[in-house]
């Protein structure tokens, strides 16, 4: 079975410096999709970057990038210029491509506190 | 574009009840899934569904928890006799279709369940 580790529970960043928040997974497939979840304290999941394996270009959403590492297994999301609105809770995602296997497996997450 | 609904928001039940949560997919959606979240912890797949169909049912406990998605409404998921420990946030995510690149999950609000 899948798995997937945030090894940072909580994380700290000054307002407008950049922030770097951990994610490895363990899989013997070859192709999946990863993905960043942002949960603030609404509790809403909102979707924040999606990387599919066989692309070997890390995705990019405005402020939001990934270091994906295919090799390593490790998915790493970098924050630029952080604002107060990105303080939530950050999970990261693995799902498989194969077909039938839907379902998203969560790491535990990861808080993300924004310092004025 | 209306998002996934889910009502109730809050819901309470004394230990013994049953619980009926609603999900209304993003429309054009045709795939549904529901997650139960702990406190302090991440995601937890409990089954995915298709219209009239259970796909994937591998993450459900296999006493008093049922879920539907009938051909017409939205889908339900159904705690019979709740105990304190199904107190979490439920959430429900939604996905188009199976393609790569169209089948994101996209989440409700959840609905917190507390039992008394």
């Known amino acids: 079975a899948q798995t997937v580790t945030q090894s940072q529970p909580e994380m700290s960043v000054q307002e407008a410096e950049t922030v770097t928040l951990s994610c490895t997974y363990d899989t013997s497939e070859s192709d999946y999709y990863l993905f960043w979840y942002k949960q603030p304290p609404s509790r809403q999941m909102i979707l924040v970057i999606r990387q599919e394996a066989y692309k070997q270009q890390n995705a990019t959403e405005n402020r939001f990038s990934v270091n994906f590492q295919k090799a390593a297994k490790s998915f790493s999301l970098k924050i630029s210029d952080s604002q107060l609105g990105d303080a939530a809770m950050y999970f990261c995602?693995?799902?498989?491509?194969?077909?039938?296997?839907?379902?998203?497996?969560f790491g535990k997450g990861t808080k993300l506190t924004v310092n004025p | 574009n209306a998002g996934v609904m889910q009502n109730p928001r809050h819901l309470v039940r004394r230990r013994g009840q049953e619980a009926r949560l609603r999900c209304s997919p993003m429309k054009g959606h045709s795939h549904v899934y529901w997650y139960r979240q702990l406190p302090e912890e991440g995601l937890k797949f409990m089954v995915y569904?298709?219209?009239?169909?259970?796909?994937?049912e591998s993450g459900m406990p296999k006493e008093r928890f049922s879920a539907e998605f009938p051909k017409e409404g939205p889908s339900i998921l159904r705690i019979q006799q709740v105990v304190r420990g199904d107190s979490a946030a439920y959430f429900c995510?939604?996905?188009?279709?199976?393609?790569?690149?169209?089948?994101?999950?996209?989440f409700g609000p959840g609905t917190r369940l507390t039992v008394l």
């Open positions: 995602a693995y799902r498989s491509a194969q077909g039938g296997s839907e379902k998203l497996v």
């Open positions: 569904l298709q219209k009239e169909n259970i796909i994937d």
């Open positions: 995510a939604s996905s188009s279709t199976r393609l790569a690149g169209t089948d994101t999950q996209y």
